[in-house]
């Protein structure tokens, strides 16, 4: 059985910026006062992301429980903001229908976000009916590295289905394909989020899309991958 799984900022969905502001919302009600330092959102899970928000502040391991349970209601009173604001990348719906037709693949996600907020992003563009959230990994579960979630993946997968998966990672930037090479599965990178086509084809991705606009090509790099 193939197990695509998907992250979702820069590869499913642009959320129009609100899941960063999400977390500047959070970090405020935790620490009691704005941002004022800059971090890289890009291809980082939601622990990571908190971790260097509060690098450097005084009782950081205190805030850090608190920053990341303000993230989930900050984040879901933007989702109609989202909705409206985002948009769903070019060929997203019409991919996970034709794999979702096939009897031999389960699609999930994959995604540095808490579990909670990956199910606001893609429930704002009702794209929820494509994936099985129980086989998936989340930021929300305990990792040290991106690379961790793959395995967490296969396991929740193997034991809800009762057979043997093959995981295939979909993503956006190279700290995907570095998970990917890491957890020892095949990656597609799509040059549709964070990072550039040149910065994608130098991380050495199993194949690489512009886009997925081109359903055929699409179904033809993940399954082959």
């Given at each position: 059985?193939?197990?695509?799984?998907?992250?979702?900022?820069?590869?499913?969905?642009?959320?129009?910026?609100?899941?960063?502001?999400?977390?500047?919302?959070?970090?405020?009600?935790?620490?009691?006062?704005?941002?004022?330092?800059?971090?890289?959102?890009?291809?980082?899970?939601?622990?990571?992301?908190?971790?260097?928000?509060?690098?450097?502040?005084?009782?950081?391991?205190?805030?850090?429980?608190?920053?990341?349970?303000?993230?989930?209601?900050?984040?879901?009173?933007?989702?109609?903001?989202?909705?409206?604001?985002?948009?769903?990348?070019?060929?997203?719906?019409?991919?996970?229908?034709?794999?979702?037709?096939?009897?031999?693949?389960?699609?999930?996600?994959?995604?540095?976000?808490?579990?909670?907020?990956?199910?606001?992003?893609?429930?704002?563009?009702?794209?929820?009916?494509?994936?099985?959230?129980?086989?998936?990994?989340?930021?929300?579960?305990?990792?040290?590295?991106?690379?961790?979630?793959?395995?967490?993946?296969?396991?929740?997968?193997?034991?809800?289905?009762?057979?043997?998966?093959?995981?295939?990672?979909?993503?956006?930037?190279?700290?995907?394909?570095?998970?990917?090479?890491?957890?020892?599965?095949?990656?597609?990178?799509?040059?549709?989020?964070?990072?550039?086509?040149?910065?994608l084809r130098q991380a050495q991705p199993d194949a690489l899309l512009r886009d997925l606009s081109n359903t055929g090509r699409a179904i033809e790099a993940i399954t082959s991958a």
């Open positions: 059985m193939l197990l695509v799984l998907w992250d979702v900022d820069g590869t499913l969905v642009d959320s129009a910026e609100h899941g960063r502001r999400a977390f500047e919302d959070a970090y405020r009600e935790a620490v009691g006062r704005p941002l004022e330092s800059s971090v890289d959102y890009a291809g980082r899970t939601d622990h990571q992301i908190a971790m260097a928000m509060l690098e450097g502040i005084d009782g950081a391991d205190e805030h850090l429980p608190r920053l990341l349970e303000e993230l989930v209601p900050a984040l879901e009173a933007r989702q109609e903001l989202i909705r409206r604001e985002g948009r769903v990348y070019p060929g997203v719906r019409e991919t996970l229908e034709a794999l979702g037709g096939r009897g031999d693949v389960r699609q999930s996600l994959l995604t540095g976000n808490l579990e909670a907020n990956a199910a606001i992003k893609i429930g704002a563009f009702a794209l929820e009916r494509h994936f099985d959230f129980e086989l998936g990994a989340y930021g929300s579960d305990p990792h040290e590295r991106r690379s961790d979630l793959v395995a967490i993946a296969r396991e929740r997968a193997e034991a809800k289905l009762g057979q043997r998966v093959e995981p295939v990672l979909v993503g956006d930037t190279p700290r995907d394909v570095q998970a990917a090479r890491e957890a020892g599965v095949p990656v597609v990178a799509v040059a549709t989020g964070f990072s550039a086509e040149e910065a």
